[in-house]
């Protein structure tokens, strides 16, 4: 059983959605006891990321405690960017902690907020794309992106007039700024792997 996170933020139900389509176990819930239980988690998002990490409140806590000690996280969108220490969204925010960087605005002289398809350059030894080749499209929807300073993560990036982190991995967290729920075929393969991580009990 994957959880997905319900903090009433965004795109819960529509992730939901995606992983029922594929035939995957997945219940959306902030209860404690159900965080505990899951093989996985998945904290999803679309908000301003202080307003999100207020909405989160105290669950924030238990999924730290939960993903420190091995169980696999996705953090999408927003709920991707939350993995990191502190973002600037609308004054300065304090994130998990669970992946070390910033979360800033998208440099000037790019469209913003932006929102379309972008190619990803595809770490090949990333359990989260086995299966996807190289490089795949992703659809994105932001207006702030994650500058990774953390040395132990594994990241990926498209090109948007610079190198926008699309993807981060750190043992059993891994996180995607893009929407693998909007994000056709390959966007489900990317849960469905996930969904396997969560399967075989983490990191393969």
Not at 72 to 95: A, K, T
Not at 152 to 162: H, I, P, R, S
Not at 195 to 201: A, D, L, S, T, V
Request: aromatic fraction near 12%; charge should be negative; proline fraction near 3%.
């Amino acid at each position: 059983m994957i959880v997905v996170i319900d903090y009433n933020v965004g795109n819960v139900k529509s992730v939901c959605n995606a992983f029922r389509y594929i035939g995957c176990d997945v219940e959306l819930s902030c209860d404690a006891e159900a965080i505990r239980d899951a093989q996985g988690l998945v904290l999803p998002g679309v908000a301003a990321f202080g307003y999100a990490v207020s909405a989160l409140g105290s669950t924030a806590e238990l999924v730290k405690e939960v993903a420190l000690a091995g169980k696999p996280l996705l953090g999408i969108c927003v709920g991707f960017q939350m993995l990191f220490d502190q973002s600037s969204e609308y004054g300065r925010h304090e994130g998990l902690g669970l992946i070390g960087g910033q979360v800033g605005p998208i440099p000037a002289g790019r469209v913003i907020p932006h929102m379309g398809w972008n190619l990803v350059d595809l770490p090949s030894d990333v359990d989260l794309f086995a299966g996807m080749g190289d490089a795949r499209h992703f659809y994105f929807a932001h207006s702030f992106c994650a500058e990774v300073a953390d040395e132990e993560a594994t990241v990926a990036y498209t090109d948007y007039g610079f190198e926008l982190a699309a993807f981060v991995q750190k043992g059993n967290i891994y996180g995607t700024q893009f929407h693998p729920e909007k994000s056709g075929k390959w966007g489900l393969e990317v849960l469905r792997n996930f969904y396997n991580i969560c399967e075989k009990g983490g990191r393969h």
